[in-house]
């Protein structure tokens, strides 16, 4: 069902109540700003009076407050990094201020989730899945892009003791109307792997991870580009790149499909030729797997796009913080492991540069790609002969089959130990003895 324009423009009128004695001098205006979509008030809101020069922000219960407001009527503006994370802009409201009152209450309430689902999708609210919406343009003339093909795919990684790994795979797709405009409705919004793209004849974006959120309502404008050999055609794509403190980082890895890598130098400078027009995805990645930052970019013909991201760092007295935030277990004890030089690993850069988890695994050293059982699978050549290392994903044992089902963004880091008496404790099997042993780790396991 395509969105309406009311979502898109979406303002709110306040709540106003007013209390105290009659008075004719400036009045004190509170207020509560609601946050009705997840059902709690909105603290560091910013809130101001328009016209009045006037602003403040809200505490932690979602409270503001205003002293000495002449009376008359007011439209005060709220703005707030959830209203951006669902593509609304700040929201104005009409009050009222005085009359005859020494004191004002505004209420600041965004609407419901049911309420925003109605006008974007039809059927009944649901409890756990959201929707996304946007417009779509072509990127070389930059109208809107109409019937366009919107899809967003995704999956779900059971992982279970005795049955091992399976793995489902979901997708939703759509058409923009005659404005660009679409709507995608019961996307799970905790879903790990949302996938996006719009394509339009000739024309198309890249393909765009949609990280998950808390927000059951996300907006996701796109811009579909044709695949110009022409590199006049084409845009550039050049930054910088700084630690949270503000150092040039040297030698980060910079990706985007369907163009070279790049690194960035000792000026932490990077650069970009020939990339294609459209919405397209660029991740940065530095000091391994671990830490990495995922950007969009908007690419039109014979344009360059600069960039100065900022990326997190692991302390060097605190492997497990990365950018101000603790790894979960896994991660720490990823990061000691490979510190110990026992295995070998494979980064999600390596990884996405060959496209597939499966084409990854000729990455290791003296290692074969064979086909066994129709399955890519990995065979260790040494003195000794032979060997098939047994699989795990995210610690749970799996086999060859299960790696066509990853996608190579999914992958954070590939753990290969080529010889039994090198495979840690913790991961030996409780029967059998494999001669060596592939560990393969979904980003999702180090959240």
Not at 155 to 178: F, N
Not at 356 to 382: E, K, W
Request: proline letters at 5%; a positive charge; aromatic letters at 6%.
């Amino acid at each position: 069902m395509m969105i309406r324009s009311s979502l898109l423009g979406l303002s709110l009128v306040a709540t106003v109540t007013r209390g105290g004695t009659a008075q004719a001098h400036p009045v004190r205006v509170t207020g509560l700003v609601y946050d009705s979509v997840a059902g709690k008030p909105l603290s560091s809101a910013f809130v101001s009076i328009i016209g009045g020069g006037r602003n403040t922000t809200t505490d932690v219960k979602g409270r503001f407050q205003f002293d000495s407001v002449e009376a008359g009527t007011y439209r005060f503006a709220m703005q707030h990094a959830v209203l951006d994370s669902m593509g609304l802009t700040g929201f104005v409201s009409r009050a009222v201020v005085g009359d005859g009152r020494d004191r004002a209450e505004v209420v600041i309430a965004l609407p419901s989730f049911a309420t925003l689902w109605r006008t974007a999708c039809a059927g009944p609210v649901p409890r756990d899945s959201g929707f996304v919406y946007g417009t779509i343009h072509d990127a070389g003339t930059g109208k809107p892009a109409g019937g366009a093909n919107v899809e967003i795919s995704w999956s779900d990684i059971v992982l279970d003791e005795a049955k091992g790994v399976t793995r489902r795979r979901w997708r939703s797709q759509t058409r923009s109307d005659s404005t660009g405009t679409y709507s995608l409705c019961g996307i799970p919004n905790t879903a790990l792997g949302l996938r996006m793209q719009a394509t339009s004849d000739s024309l198309a974006s890249g393909l765009i991870e949609l990280p998950p959120r808390e927000v059951r309502v996300q907006r996701r404008d796109l811009h579909v580009g044709r695949f110009e050999p022409d590199s006049l055609k084409r845009g550039v794509v050049r930054g910088v790149l700084t630690d949270n403190e503000g150092k040039l980082l040297a030698g980060v890895r910079v990706l985007m499909d369907g163009v070279p890598e790049a690194k960035s130098d000792v000026d932490g400078e990077f650069l970009l030729r020939d990339v294609p027009t459209g919405t397209r995805q660029l991740e940065v990645l530095s000091g391994g797997t671990l830490i990495s930052t995922v950007l969009t970019v908007e690419v039109a013909p014979g344009d360059t796009v600069v960039l100065t991201p900022r990326l997190g760092r692991i302390a060097p007295k605190e492997s497990g913080l990365i950018g101000g935030r603790r790894l979960s277990i896994v991660g720490e004890e990823f990061i000691a492991r490979r510190r110990t030089g026992v295995g070998v690993v494979v980064d999600s850069a390596d990884i996405v540069r060959r496209r597939s988890v499966s084409a990854s695994l000729a990455a290791f050293p003296n290692a074969r790609l064979d086909v066994v059982n129709g399955d890519p699978t990995l065979t260790l050549v040494g003195e000794n002969g032979s060997c098939i290392p047994d699989v795990k994903i995210d610690d749970y044992a799996a086999g060859y089959g299960h790696l066509r089902g990853l996608y190579a963004t999914e992958v954070a880091a590939m753990e290969l130990y080529p010889r039994a008496d090198g495979i840690p404790k913790r991961f030996q099997p409780r029967t059998g003895h494999p001669c060596a042993l592939l560990l393969v780790w979904t980003k999702s396991a180090f959240k």
